[in-house]
């Protein structure tokens, strides 16, 4: 099942609909997940860290939390891109209010094709974001070629429980009560709606692994997070 229609690009589509959503996506972000997707970001945080990266590329940097929380912690600067603009513009507000303009940029792109030199940043991260590109393996395949020898890319990004138990409540609340929430608060519950569809859709554990894998990527583990909720994927550039 694709979660997106088949008559218009999946890019173009993922776009338009962070745009229509980008004032209340914070919001919702801490709400769907109780506030528990800020020690996620922690986590990975940590894992990036391993390589003492100077200078970081964000994917899918959307409102900006993980490209801040990296420069905070990690000292780098950091480049951020992302489809949406209006995404990019509630970054960049956050970034102006705590005068962090000079260390953390961010401008409109697409992963499948930056116009970054090879071999360019230490490390690269993506947030909730690998399950948006169109082409998973050919944003592997970009994301290896930026990244200098040594350097990490860790993917941070929801998953499906394996537990059958566990399952059946994600399904409930990720499958009813996610978009009906989201409804009330953007006005889109289409947008909301494709969230777990998604993350239905996306390639998980092994099967990720072998993607990074064929990218080029070394080292590659899976570290498995709050029952199974989501993942954090980390490879290396050797």
């Known amino acids: 099942m694709k979660p997106y229609s088949e008559a218009d690009g ?9 745009d229509s959503i980008a004032p209340a996506y914070d ?7 109780l506030g528990i997707d800020k020690w996620w970001r922690k986590v990975a945080r940590k894992k990036v860290a391993t390589v003492d990266p100077k200078r970081l590329l964000d994917v899918a940097t959307g409102t900006g939390d993980f490209a801040i929380q990296l420069h905070n912690h990690l000292h780098c600067t950091v480049k951020g891109i992302d489809l949406s603009n209006g ?12 005068g962090l303009q000079e260390q953390i940029t961010f401008e409109q792109g697409d992963c499948l094709k930056m116009r970054f030199s090879s071999e ?10 690998v399950r948006n590109f169109e082409h ?9 070629r930026v990244i200098k020898p040594g350097g990490m890319l860790c993917v941070l990004e929801l998953s499906t429980p394996q537990n059958r138990f566990i399952r059946f409540f ?5 499958m009813h009560i996610i978009p009906f929430v989201g409804s009330l608060k953007s006005g889109d519950k289409s947008a909301y709606r494709y969230l777990p569809e998604s993350i ?39």
């Open 27 to 33: 919001f919702m972000n801490r709400a769907m997940t």
């Open 10 to 18: 999946k890019t173009e589509q993922v776009k338009a609909m962070f």
């Open 170 to 174: 994600y399904d409930l609340y990720a």
């Open 87 to 98: 995404m990019l513009e509630v970054a960049r507000k956050k970034v102006a209010d705590k």
């Open 120 to 129: 360019s940043f230490d490390a690269v991260t993506v947030a909730f974001g």
């Open 136 to 144: 998973i393996d050919r944003g592997y395949e970009e994301m290896y």
């Open 200 to 238: 239905a859709a996306v390639p998980q554990g092994e099967q990720m692994l072998e993607i990074m894998r064929s990218a080029g990527f070394k080292h590659c583990k899976v570290h498995r997070l709050t029952l199974g909720v989501c993942s954090i994927y980390t490879g290396i550039k050797l």
